[in-house]
């Protein structure tokens, strides 16, 4: 029988499998935040060097570099929001299974209005009986409304400082989820076939010789 929602909580995966927790998430989105960031310095530091060109043609290196750090920063900005839904979803799954539950209905509309993503993120916080500041919540649905705009928009373009801000809010999260995390201990039948155990030794099993003694 399932466990009853009033009493199951967010249990990470069974020792050692990071994979799900907040913790995991959280480094994920951290390598992705050096990436693109990396990458928007290399351009703007390549096209900051002196240039041959004689100033008669239209695509001047500064137009391109403005133009290749925009397309990498809105471009990045964009998918580490809906990278941040698709792994909401996964996390909160991930929860529910472990507690014998079935796996969330993210079609189903959260309760009021509006049903968003962040709503719901917040109806599986209360499941869970689980807490994240009210400010970084804000500011998850702030970008998200921002970026349903960009996709209508052919003149809205984040900012290195948006792009910042979505990172610090989605590190928040994942930082206020995981020491509420609850932990697993390993399952002994897995860790022996990971050997991570090892059976013990006969009878007959004689140590080897200290040549010390």
């Excluded at 929001?81 to 792994?87: D, F, G, I, T």
């Amino acid at each position: 029988m399932p466990t009853s929602f009033a009493r199951i909580k967010l249990r990470k995966p069974p020792y050692p499998d990071p994979v799900g927790t907040a913790a995991y998430f959280l480094i994920q989105s951290s390598h992705r935040e050096t990436v693109f960031l990396l990458q928007a310095g290399i351009i703007r530091d390549a096209y900051n060097q002196p240039s041959d060109n004689d100033g008669d043609c239209l695509l001047t290196p500064a137009l391109v570099r403005d133009w290749a750090v925009e397309s990498i920063i809105q471009g990045a900005w964009m998918r580490e929001y809906h990278q941040w839904e698709v792994a909401t979803k996964t996390y909160f799954d991930g929860h529910h299974v472990r507690n014998g539950n079935s796996s969330v209905n993210w079609r189903k509309p959260a309760q009021g209005s509006p049903s968003t993503h962040v709503a719901k993120v917040i109806e599986q916080l209360a499941t869970f009986s689980a807490t994240v500041p009210a400010e970084i919540l804000d500011a998850l649905d702030h970008h998200r409304l921002r970026v349903n705009e960009a996709k209508h928009r052919t003149d809205y373009y984040a900012t290195e400082d948006e792009l910042r801000e979505l990172f610090s809010a989605v590190a928040a999260f994942w930082d206020a989820l995981d020491p509420q995390e609850e932990f697993t201990p390993p399952n002994a039948d897995d860790m022996r076939a990971k050997k991570f155990i090892f059976p013990r030794p006969s009878a007959s099993y004689e140590p080897p010789c200290d040549s010390n003694r």
